[in-house]
């Protein structure tokens, strides 16, 4: 179940990038308070799932989730520029990610 709870934490890492880049630099409103909330959401359910995981497995997990889910989004929503270099990338980090998980890293 922690798992489960990390990996929420870290979609909501993902809505919160989102909202902070839709904020503006936190000039419009509804997307600034997104981020607040999707802010206080990622980093309480981070915080629940480290009660049972690994500091180091859990933490790099939510943050892959976060980095490959905001790089996918900036590229598939946002207009991010699309490279062979950027996708190999995220690739290498979902293979550090199942790696830290495969050496052990929780219950």
């Given at each position: ?16 990038a ?25 980093f ?64």
């Amino acid at each position: 179940m922690a798992w489960v709870v990390i990996i929420v934490a870290g979609l909501f890492e993902v809505a919160m990038a989102y909202s902070l880049k839709l904020s503006h630099g936190f000039s419009e409103m509804l997307p600034s308070i997104g981020f607040v909330v999707f802010a206080v959401l990622s980093f309480g359910l981070l915080a629940m799932g480290l009660k049972s995981l690994e500091v180091g497995t859990a933490y790099a997990v939510w943050t892959g989730i976060g980095a490959v889910g905001t790089a996918s989004l900036g590229m598939l929503v946002l207009g991010d520029d699309v490279s062979f270099l950027k996708i190999a990338s995220i690739a290498l980090i979902l293979v550090g990610v199942v790696g830290l998980n495969l050496a052990g890293g929780g219950h």
